[in-house]
């Protein structure tokens, strides 16, 4: 477009100047000719712009309704989901052909428990919390709850009964009101989202923020810290009562005075719940029902705090490490 104007201008420079040069114009109406075509640019620059925000919404669109489309987001399956036990039974899963992230991994986490996986880095237990979240599905090996395999309920029941509070606890760009109360059918009143958010130890952070709950976030959340990102993703996980619990070092990015009142806050979370836990630190997890120790893919140990310390030498020596024996 701005090529074709400037081929215009150019050709109006040019024959408009011969024609002044010849006494056929004046140079005031050639002036006055040039005004009248950038006002008529204008319009037709905007329109182009227009066409190009137009076709961007276009393409996102159908992004979005081809993620929405996938087969795998429509799972159908029985409605209903049975409690009971999860179980993982000799799982095993790779993201790339021919390198093993778990192997063999089988355990069983009872409801209304605590299981705490721990771990070098890396061991792959963000990954048991995705193949729970059916975000992968395992490579062998199978998972279920009460007996029934979890590919067998529909995708939109099963993540309904899953709170998630991730590593990285990313938030979408928008206010802090709709990141807690994202995700949920029907909109909570702002008495619930203040009861979750104080729970969470996150209120006071927001009503000192100038605009409260309307504060924007900014794409991701990068207007907050990764401790307030984290607090609000566990308030979202409160409000949404949910019956199985994943946090993912739900914890780490706290100070020692906050982490307690989480813990707190986490603690009245997983009443009654089943709850997975990841952490590092381990004096949050001590109290676990039972503790899964995951080396490189693989479960070495499982059992109560006492019980590793006893028969794991390298849970003892992380253990020691953080002044736990
Ligand atoms: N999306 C992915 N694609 C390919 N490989 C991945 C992907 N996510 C994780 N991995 C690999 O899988 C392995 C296990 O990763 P995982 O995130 O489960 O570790 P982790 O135990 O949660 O570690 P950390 O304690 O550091 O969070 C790592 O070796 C990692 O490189
Ligand atoms: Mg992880």
Request: proline share 0%; no cysteine; glycine share 10%.
């Given at each position: 477009m701005t090529l074709v104007m400037m081929s215009i201008l150019v050709v109006i420079l040019g024959y408009g100047g011969a024609q002044v040069s010849k006494g056929v114009l004046s140079a005031g109406t050639l002036v006055a000719i040039i005004f009248l075509m950038f006002q008529i640019i204008m319009p037709f620059a905007q329109m182009a712009q227009v066409f190009t925000i137009f076709q961007k919404a276009v393409g996102a669109t159908e992004r979005i309704q081809q993620i929405l489309g996938m087969d795998s987001e429509r799972a159908e399956g029985v409605a209903t989901v049975p409690d009971g036990s999860i179980k993982f039974e000799s799982v095993g899963f790779s993201y790339e052909s021919g390198k093993e992230v778990l192997e063999g991994v089988s355990f069983q986490a009872k409801p209304g428990t605590v299981t705490a996986f721990v771990g070098p880095s890396g061991g792959g237990k963000t990954t048991i919390f995705s193949l729970i979240e059916r975000f992968y599905l395992p490579t062998v090996g199978e998972i279920s709850i009460g007996g029934l395999p979890?590919?067998?309920?529909a995708l939109s029941d099963w993540r309904k009964r899953i709170g998630y509070v991730s590593q990285e606890s990313p938030l979408l760009s928008g206010t802090i009101l709709d990141n807690i109360a994202y995700g949920l059918e029907v909109r909570p009143s702002m008495e619930e989202v203040r009861k979750a958010a104080e729970a969470a130890n996150a209120l006071q952070f927001i009503e000192e923020?100038?605009?409260?709950?309307?504060?924007l976030v900014g794409e991701r959340g990068m207007k907050l810290s990764g401790g307030q990102r984290q607090r609000i993703a566990i308030a979202r996980a409160l409000l949404h009562n949910p019956e199985i619990l994943l946090l993912d070092e739900a914890t780490s990015n706290l100070d020692s005075g906050s982490e307690t009142h989480v813990q707190e806050a986490l603690q009245r979370l997983m009443e009654g719940r089943t709850t997975l836990i990841i952490a590092h630190r381990l004096s949050t997890v001590v109290d676990a029902d039972q503790l899964i120790f995951l080396e490189a893919g693989r479960i070495t140990g499982i059992g109560t705090h006492e019980e590793l310390l006893e028969s794991h030498p390298l849970y003892r020596e992380f253990a020691e490490g953080q002044g736990l024996s």
């Open positions: 979890i590919t067998d309920i923020m100038a605009d409260g709950f309307e504060t």
